[in-house]
């Protein structure tokens, strides 16, 4: 009877997932910045107004998104797209999408009374995915 040893090579798919999640977080902290920046009254680069925070707020919530799952669902051995992280991914993302759309095109005027409130809201979206997404990565079995 012949036994074979398997010898695992270095891999770089998971050098590339954990660094991605690294790059998110990084991103992330632009948000927290970028929001208690606003909410005291201080500057932050290329934002003048609330509504262009929103808009900053959006385009980094996206990109930590960008950075993480499109990554992960390509390389990672252990994600899955119907585990009940991806699937709260993907409805939070959806949620982010509509509600940004629905706050620029001041259809929601009437339940949100100013920007800092949709920032307040947004942020904590954006929260949600991040813990979503993280979690997914250190919790999901393969």
């Not at 997932?17 to 632009?30: H, P, R």
């Not at 680069?45 to 808009?55: K, N, Y």
């Not at 992280?85 to 949100?112: D, E, P, R």
Request: proline residues 3%.
């Amino acid at each position: 009877m012949t036994t074979t040893r398997e010898t695992k090579g270095f891999d770089f798919t998971n050098i590339i997932v954990y660094s991605s999640a690294i790059l998110g977080a990084i991103v992330g902290g632009f948000v927290v910045w970028l929001f208690f920046t606003v909410f005291r009254g201080g500057n932050f680069p290329f934002v003048t107004t609330e509504r262009s925070a929103f808009i900053a707020l959006a385009i980094l919530g996206t990109t930590m998104c960008a950075l993480v799952f499109p990554i992960r669902a390509s390389l990672s051995k252990k994600f899955k797209w119907l585990s009940p992280f991806t699937i709260s991914a993907i409805f939070l993302g959806s949620l982010i999408v509509l509600f940004v759309i629905l706050h620029l095109t001041n259809v929601l005027n009437s339940i949100i009374p100013n920007e800092r409130t949709a920032i307040i809201i947004l942020t904590f979206i954006i929260l949600l995915k991040w813990i979503s997404a993280t979690a997914s990565l250190f919790l999901q079995k393969e």
